[in-house]
Nanobody, 124 residues
Framework: QVQLVESGGGLVQAGGSLRLSCAAS????????MGWFRQAPGKGREFVAA????????KYADSVKGRFTISRDNAKNTVYLQMNSLTPEDTAVYYC?????????????????WGQGTQVTVSS
């Protein structure tokens, strides 16, 4: 069992930056692939970024590539999402998720555990 708690969301102006954190419980954090997803009002949940167990491999949605960076610190049981050059289109609730055996890291259905989400609002 893994519990995930996101933090770091808030209100920021367009062009600004935020860093989201997701703290995981348990001693097996390094065994999980981690992902970030987001859900804007009236829209479905969409993939943002994913990272492998060691952090050596990452994947990004085209819409955030070059602006967002996912990273993890296994010693701190934490995964991060650094978000730069934010636009109003990035406004959403951001969720982190953990998967023990996912094949497609962009797929929502492949993740076993989810956090409660943190709101990111980007004003124009």
């Amino acid at each position: 069992q893994v519990q995930l708690v996101e933090s770091g969301g808030g209100l920021v102006q367009a062009g600004g930056s935020l860093r989201l954190s997701c703290a995981a419980s348990g001693r097996t954090f390094s065994m999980y692939r981690m992902g970030w997803f987001r859900q804007a009002p009236g829209k479905g949940r969409e993939f943002v970024a994913a990272i492998s167990r060691t952090g050596a491999n990452t994947k990004y949605a085209d819409s955030v590539k070059g602006r967002f960076t996912i990273s993890r610190d296994n010693a701190k049981n934490t995964v991060y999402l650094q978000m730069n050059s934010l636009t109003p289109e990035d406004t959403a609730v951001y969720y982190c998720a953990a998967s023990y055996s996912i094949v497609d890291s962009t797929s929502i259905t492949g993740y076993d555990y989810w956090g409660q989400g943190t709101q990111v609002t980007v004003s124009s």
